[in-house]
């Protein structure tokens, strides 16, 4: 089976979070008091890479952390009899960071609300803002992110799947038609 298409290559990948970094020390007038929090699984591995990006370009340490998202669901009943909880980690105060939340696609708002209330239970942060690698649309919540690597329209029957070196082997973003899939 084969993608419907390479929506991004491993280059087009980095050069997306390059301009996010960019973009996010443009609006936070630099790295000072900013802290990147991914979502369970992909949003990890990309907020590492911006945390390293930030620092190369700001000099500072840029903290890092990991949230799982699952219990805070809207949908953990229809998902699975035993859910697959997975560790969040955020070794840092929350208080006076500015937090960026950070994740591989953006679709219906669900996730990002899920990771809003997770994020909430650990603190009290200065400030909450979104980046996510592709935003596809179909959006059932008022969520918008504030650094998107690409805006993607999309047809509800396709599936964007994100490919990172960490979790996969390889970079990449490719759209799939779901009837392929089954």
């Known amino acids: 089976m084969t993608p ?4 991004l290559t491993a280059d ?5 979070l390059t ?3 960019h973009e996010i020390i443009e609006r936070n007038k630099g790295a000072e008091n900013l802290a990147l929090i991914g979502v369970h699984t992909r949003g990890i591995p990309l907020a590492r890479r911006l945390a390293e990006k930030l620092s190369a370009l700001e000099g500072v ?5 990991m949230l799982d998202i699952t219990l805070y669901r809207d949908d953990l009943s229809e998902v699975a009899q035993q859910p697959i909880i997975r ?3 955020v070794p840092f105060d929350l208080r006076d960071r500015r937090v960026i939340l950070v994740d591989d696609v953006l679709y219906t708002g669900r996730t990002v609300r899920a990771a809003l209330d997770a994020l909430i239970d650990l603190g009290r942060p200065a400030g909450i803002q979104l980046a996510v690698l592709v935003d596809r649309g179909h959006r059932e919540l008022p969520i918008r992110a ?16 994100v490919k990172l070196q960490e979790t996969d ?14």
């Open 146 to 161: 504030d650094y998107v690597g690409k805006n993607l329209p999309t047809a509800a029957s396709e599936v964007v799947k």
């Open 12 to 16: 087009e990948v980095r050069r997306a």
């Open 61 to 65: 340490d840029v903290p890092t952390g």
């Open 87 to 89: 560790e969040t980690q």
């Open 169 to 182: 082997g390889v970079d990449s973003v490719e759209l799939w038609d779901m009837e392929a899939l089954r």
């Open 4 to 7: 419907k298409a390479t929506i």
């Open 19 to 21: 301009r996010i970094a």
